[in-house]
Structures are given as C-alpha cells and as structure tokens.
C-alpha cells in the first residue's frame, strides 16, 4: 500500500506533461503569437523619419540643387533623365521631380501626401541655399512617446487572441478529444470527483496563461521595447479573468460534440467574428457606430481594451469594471450551461 | 451462495427510429469470486449490459443490484469496489505508463500502487514508456492494470483481447486466471468462444439483447447431447448433381448409433456424437451403402460455438 496521491494535483499535472511534451501545441501556444509580433512588428515599424526621395532632371544647374538637399537634411536625391522623369514619379521611387533652371519647376502628385510633404521640405531647403533669411531662428525637438507605436497597439491584441485560442483548444479541443478517445467515459467510471476533474482543467488553463503573458510581454519589451504602464497584477488578474472566461466558453463548445472534427469548426464559427471584430490587429473603433455596440459586448473586445488600458496607458480597475464584467458574464453564463448539459461519454 | 451482481428483466432502449432496443429483458446473476462470460456476437447487447452494470448507463427498467448496493443510492461506494476496462479506451499518449497508473490510483482511497499494478500485468519494465509508443497488448494490459489499482473486490473488462494478437490474448488469460486465483469477481465479455471456454466459470450466451444459455461452459457443451462434432465432406462423387450445398439425406444420419444431431454446414454435414468410435464406423458404412465418397473427415471437441450455431443457427462471428 502506497501513501494515497491527491487526485486534483494528479489531474493537474497530468494535463501539464500532456501539454508540455507535446512540441506542436507549445509551439501554437508560445511560438506563434511572439512569430506574429516579429513580422507585423517588422512590417509596421516606425522607421527613422522618413527620407524625402527626390529627382534631380539632369540638366544646366542640377549641381547646385543637388549640393543644396543634403542627407543632413534627409533627402535622398538622384538624378533622372528626361525620358525617366515621368516614370520614377509615377512608380513612388521618388516623391517629386525638380527641374533645375533659373527658375525652379516642381513636378509632383497632390494626390500623395508624401509629394505634398516633399514639395515644402525641397522648396524651403532651396529657397534658404538661395540666400533667404528666417525672420526668426527656430529649434526643433524630436521625441517619439512609447506607447504610440503599432507593435505597442499590437502586443496586447495577440495576448488577448492567445488568451481566446488557448482557452477554446485547451479546454474545448482537449475535451472533445478526451470523449472521442472514450476517456471521459473512462474516467467517470471510477470514483473521480468530476468537479476535480474540471478544476484542474481550468486551473492548469490559468498556469499556462500566466505563462504565456509573460513571455509575450517579456518578449515585447526585450525586442520592441514595449513596456508595461500599469502594474503587474492588474494584467495577471485581467488575464486569467480573460482565460477563465474562454475557458468556459471552450467547454460550452465541448459539452455535447462527439468529434473533433466537429468541434473544431464549431470554435472556429465561435472565434472569426472576434479574430475580425475584436481588434486584434486594429482598433475596433474603425467599425460603423451602428455595431459598436455589439461589437463592445463581445468578450475579446472586452479583453483587448482592457489589456491595452492596463499596458499602454496603466489604467486603475475601478475604470476597468464594465469589461470585467462583460468577461464574467460570458464566462458564467457559458460554465452554467455548459455544465448542464455536458457529455461525460 | 453470495451474488456480486443481479440483474433482473434489464431493458435498454436508445431513443431513436425506430427505437434500437439493445438490451430486451436480461437476467443475470453472477456469484461471488467467479469469472463470468457474456458470449455473443457483436451487437448482442453485450457492451451496452455490461456498462449498464458498471454505472454508467442508466437501464431503461430493470432491476440491477451489485455488491449489494445499487447505482441509485450507493454510487460512491460502488465506484470505489469495482474496476473497470472498457472497449477500446485510448489512454494519453504523452503520459508514461507510470504515470497512468498514479493518475487512476489517486481516485480510490484505497489500492494497489502504481508499481504493483504494473507488476500485476506485466508492464513493470514499461514504466517510463509513453503510452503511444506501447503495442496493443501492452495497451490492453495497461486498460487492464488501471482497473486493478483502486484494488477492486468487481472487475468488468469488455473485450479485453478483441484484435490482440494469440501471444497477447495468452499473457492476458493468464492475468485475468490469477485474478481469479486471488478471489476477485471478474465479468469478461467476448466473442471469442475459446476465450470464454477457457476462463469463465459460467457463461451467458447473449444474443439479440437476451440471454439464450446460461451455465457453465461444460454443461453447455453437454446440452448438445454429445461432446464431439463429426463433420464431414462428400465427394462431388454425383457430378451430376451439381448443388453447391450437402445433397446428404439427414434424416437417416440421425438414426445412426451415438449421433445426437445433424445439420448440413454448406457442403458439409455436422454431426454431434456422443461416442465418436461408435458413430464413425457406422456412417462409414452408411455411405458405403450409398456408394458415397467421403472428401473430408474430421472429429473435434464440441465447443460454445457449436452451442451457439445449435440455439440460433448462425455463426458467432458472422457479423
């Protein structure tokens, strides 16, 4: 006779080596969120103020215009030929064209903003290599704010969409495979205590969360710099609020299919509409005023603003409540029914 | 005589149309300490009896008592007296055998330990293997090892050998008679008539949802009236008669000394014997006189099977 185990921790470990020891599932948990940061962070850098791509058209005086946009200024000059001209400005390789002569032409697009803007830079950079004057002497500071930057919009929103998807694989994907493999019906056949069983489903849901918010963020910060404006416990606390909650909903999915075929779709049909609705990528507040409403009521909004609250302006709770409670209520309303009517085989 | 399990008038009709009605009025009783077989073929209403028995399906009507406890009241305690292996449970396949065994044993508050249910079937040099890289029969052995570990006085295993191999299927006889040996009640189900021939106490030949025979394979063998089977081939000697099937007269075979039964099996005829010295000679004769050629001749020992083919009239595996 050996020292009884407790059954709980033994759930719960159980489903931790499953996890664990299974390379695919870490690498969707933990790898792929942080491969998204990389490239959407890549793609959408803020570069270093952008240079100002201009032609120079070879011709009498071209040298002096040349000399007067320097790249201490930023511009970025070439020359063009005449049959080129039309060519390079219409392709972007460069923003306007300056015909040199004794009067100057600028060709360009009023139509892109990066001409217009080229136009003021190019045209104030020649008049004062002309000799004008400023009437008064200026300074100019540049300081870009964290916070401002997409990869810092773009960091909360995966850890919300990681937030979702964990949930819904790893308790709704885990179970309908668990009954599929006849395990549930396994399980309920000897005296395990079902709410133990459920407990340490959810519970080594939560380690997991935890862990991968602080990877992410670890992550962000490490490479984007992207740092954490409120404290610690309010996004541990809002995450596994937000993991508890689509949990639930992942075992409302689960509670009667029989096939994981099935439910794979199912959670699928569930997750698009936030993938899309939810901002995850972009701000939800560009949808039409008509389904904001809706769209505010979806529980991965509810989990995206507020995870950007707590990480990019460090919001207090008080001002988070009504998306906790929106978490709450979708989380309960699904475990509530969820329990009703679930399948152990 | 103490019974681990009654069952009366058991009914179990799933929903549907038309409904299916798998299990039709079954009775059952099941003594203490015996290995009990229920025989039949797939779709008998074998697996459906067993785990209305094993608590997890709720009976139609019926009355079911086990242990002396029944699933309404007492489903606590039961759970934490009887073992159980279903049909065709696949365990986690990143977990190791080990660990398997210690996440089943931590359910019952008393038991055999991991090591010593792993030791109890064989898989003790296992014991770090994960389950996915196990065979079959090791697999089954594991079913097996999870349902000794709450150290059960009931075990249930459903199918246990169904698609192992003949060494798998032995190492699995051998566990299931030194459970026995050591006095636990085991219900096993199969469709394997040597396998219930050869482990169980008492049989219930189960079939369309009934019990069709009950008792122990010994006296079911010896209802057929006779304890041999003499089958036999003609030649196509009458090339004339060009019948696929036996165009042997019975009815005169029946007459012949020590044969019991008779009944045409394709082209060839079966008989059950008492005394297979006494009948042979004499259906030599007998088709001598009919100037027939024999093409085969073969005596065995009759077994469940022939039970089962004489109740029904079809083949246990014919499905």
Known sequence: MSERRNPFRELFLARLREFVREPGVLFWVFGFPILLAIGLGLAFRNKAPDEIHVGVLDAAGADEVVRALTPADGFHVERVQASDADQVLRLGKVSLIVVPGREYEYRLDPTRPDSLMAELRVNDALQRAAGRADPVAVHTTHETKPGARYIDFLIPGLLGMNIMSGGMWGIGFVLVDMRSRKLLKRLVATPMRRTHFLGAMMASRMVMVIVEMFLLLLFGWLVFDVSLQGPMWHLALLSVIGACSFASLGLLVASRTPKTETVSGLMNLVMLPMFVFSGIFFSSDRFPDAIQPVVKALPLTALNDGLRAVILEGADLPSQLPRIAILIAWGAVSFVVALRVFRWS | ?319
């Open chain 2, 1 to 319: 005589m103490s019974h681990a399990i009654r069952c009366r008038s058991l009914v179990k009709t799933y929903a549907g149309r038309p409904p299916v009605e798998a299990v039709r009025g079954l009775d059952l009783e099941v003594r203490t300490g015996e290995c009990f077989g229920l025989l039949g073929p797939n779709g008998a209403g074998k697996t459906t009896t067993v785990e209305i028995l094993e608590g997890i399906l709720a009976p139609t009507s019926g009355d079911v008592e086990v242990l002396g406890l029944r699933w309404e009241h007492d489903e606590r305690a039961l759970r934490q007296r009887i073992g159980v292996s279903l049909q065709e449970t696949r365990f986690t396949d990143k977990l190791t055998v080990r660990e398997t065994l210690q996440l089943f044993g931590s359910f019952y508050a008393r038991g055999r330990s991991a090591d010593e249910a792993m030791n109890d079937v064989g898989l003790s040099e296992k014991r770090s293997s994960y389950v996915v890289n196990l065979s079959g029969g090791q697999r089954q052995r594991l079913a097996v090892a999870c349902a000794l570990v709450g150290d059960p006085d009931l075990l249930f295993l459903d199918e246990p050998t169904t698609g192992l191999d003949p060494q798998s299927r032995r190492q699995l006889w051998d566990i299931i008679r030194d459970l026995r040996g050591r006095g636990r009640t085991i219900v096993l189900t199969t469709h394997y008539m040597d396998e219930a021939e050869r482990l169980c106490d008492h049989v219930a030949v189960v079939d369309q949802g009934k019990v069709i025979a009950l008792g122990s394979p010994a006296e079911l063998i010896r209802s057929l009236g006779g304890d041999h089977v003499v089958e036999f081939a003609l030649d196509g000697a009458r090339k004339n008669e060009p019948s696929a099937k036996s165009e042997v007269d019975l009815e005169p075979l029946l007459a012949l000394p020590s044969v019991r039964s008779a009944r045409a099996e394709g082209p060839a005829v079966q008989l059950t014997v008492a005394e297979p010295h006494v009948a042979i000679p004499a259906l030599m004769e007998h088709l001598e006189r009919g100037s027939r050629v024999l093409s085969q001749l073969s005596t065995r020992h009759a077994s469940l099977e022939d039970v089962f083919v004489s109740l029904t009239g079809r083949h246990l595996r014919d499905e």
